[in-house]
């Protein structure tokens, strides 16, 4: 099973950008993000069931958007209102009982 995440890049402070995850040989029930600044911990940011089910942190309410395209197993999060805080490596994130999987990830820089 494979996680390929695509669409990270360099956009100034209220910019925005989407990001691209397509599972490759599974489906899983939760897919999503979590994002990892330097020196920090990794840590949520989207998730969604295949339910439909969304959670978001905090810091990103209103201002994300996750979605999932179950025919092409594809997560994607839109990034609108972006600040420099949200400079990161983000990781796409895949749940299915038992296993969790996690793709290579994709740098997201914002520029103030």
């Known amino acids: 099973v494979q996680l390929q995440a695509s669409g990270g890049g360099l956009v100034q402070a209220g910019g925005s950008l989407t990001l691209s995850c397509a599972a490759v040989?599974?489906?899983?029930?939760?897919m999503g993000w979590y994002r990892q600044a330097p020196g920090k911990q990794r840590e949520l940011v989207a998730t969604k069931t295949s339910g439909g089910t969304t959670n978001y942190a905090n810091y990103v309410k209103g201002r994300f958007t996750i979605s999932r395209d179950g025919a092409k197993n594809t997560v994607y999060l839109q990034m609108n209102s972006l600040k420099p805080e949200d400079t990161a490596v983000y990781y796409c994130?895949?749940?299915?009982?038992?296993?969790?999987?996690w793709g290579q990830g994709t740098l997201v820089t914002v520029s103030s």
């Open positions: 994130y895949g749940w299915r009982a038992p296993y969790t999987s």
């Open positions: 040989g599974s489906s899983f029930s939760i």
